[in-house]
């Protein structure tokens, strides 16, 4: 009964110390979920003022951008010489004065361009249009300060309306411009445009019109052609090209190349291109016979200058009143 008395004992004092322990926990898991919702509050009031740091950062932003939205504004508006008034005569004339000197050293339209002069203090003090364009202005600015005038264009703006079907570029002022590479291959007019020193290395040239066009310095290097017409064309083709390679580009029109008659013959040319050249002198000294001259369209006047006789225009198949009209005396139609 004793033993049972000091088991029981034993077993209340485990009891309390259990209750004890469990009190002690108790205690402590509160004190440390007070102590994690104190951070937590602490941390929430932290991001809070992070977040109104930041928006009013953004909106200190947006009004800067806005400020300065409004500035460019008004500098846009601002007359190109600068600064709250326009520039005095004195500024002006000191102005392209310094640019005169810097051409005079020798630095390019480029660098005068780099340096912030205008596309009319290029133009005032003298560098060409050639280097103008080379600087890099536009055929706009070229044109506003009289570089070019209404009839200039630029090889770009050419292509354009090339590719969209525009054929009739004639009288134009293409100078210096650069075609290096165009496939031009649908038959158009350069007729009479001033291509001095234009560039058209490695272009594609076909059933083009470059009649009475000025070419001087025109570079046509590596060209494939086909059938253009060169009539009157400046310089003159001799200058350019042998008559093998007109051959070859099935030249069209033109006896200004200086070539004669018999060369033309002896570099294959036909009787008919020989025509359309405009060739009449040394037709038949060439050994075209007066039946190719016939079918070429050829007249009796035109056989009759280059040295054909008469019976032989009656056996081509001209009539007695060809022969007329060709001013031959001494011909008898019973004769004939």
């Not at 780099?114 to 005032?124: E, F, L, Q, R, V």
């Not at 600015?141 to 054929?167: H, N, P, W």
């Not at 310095?217 to 494939?224: A, W």
Request: with cysteine.
């Amino acid at each position: 009964m004793e033993q049972m008395e000091q088991l029981v004992g034993h077993a209340l004092s485990r009891v309390d110390d259990v209750e004890k322990l469990h009190d002690r926990h108790e205690v402590e898991t509160k004190s440390s979920m007070h102590e994690w919702k104190a951070e937590v509050m602490t941390a929430s009031q932290a991001i809070q003022a992070e977040a109104r740091a930041t928006a009013q950062i953004i909106q200190d932003l947006r009004s800067q951008v806005t400020a300065l939205q409004t500035r460019v504004a008004e500098l846009e508006r601002t007359p190109a010489s600068g600064g709250s008034r326009p520039a005095t005569l004195e500024e002006i004339v000191e102005r392209r004065n310094a640019l005169r000197r810097i051409k005079e050293a020798g630095l390019s339209a480029g660098e005068a361009r780099a340096a912030g002069y205008t596309c009319a203090d290029a133009k005032a003090i003298g560098y060409s249009l050639l280097e103008a364009k080379a600087a890099g202005w536009s055929s706009d600015e070229l044109r506003m300060v009289g570089y070019i005038d209404s009839k200039c264009m630029s090889s770009r703006e050419f292509f354009d309306r090339y590719q969209a079907g525009c054929t009739n570029f004639a009288g134009l002022d293409f100078s210096g411009e650069d075609f290096s590479r165009m496939v031009l291959d649908k038959p158009c007019s350069f007729a009479g445009c001033n291509l001095s020193d234009a560039t058209f290395d490695h272009a594609t040239l076909t059933g083009i019109d470059f009649s009475s066009s000025q070419m001087s310095r025109v570079d046509l290097s590596d060209v494939q052609w086909g059938a253009c017409n060169f009539t009157n064309s400046r310089p003159l083709l001799r200058e350019r090209f042998t008559l093998q390679q007109l051959k070859q580009m099935r030249f069209v029109g033109g006896a200004t190349t200086g070539y004669t008659c018999a060369e033309a013959k002896a570099a294959g040319f036909t009787c008919v291109e020989v025509k359309a050249a405009g060739y009449v002198e040394g037709l038949k000294a060439a050994g075209y016979t007066i039946a190719e001259a016939k079918a070429a369209g050829f007249t009796c006047v035109e056989v009759k200058a280059a040295g054909y006789t008469p019976q032989q225009c009656k056996d081509a198949g001209f009539s007695f009143a060809d022969i007329q009209s060709a001013g031959w005396a001494g011909q008898s139609y019973a004769a004939w």
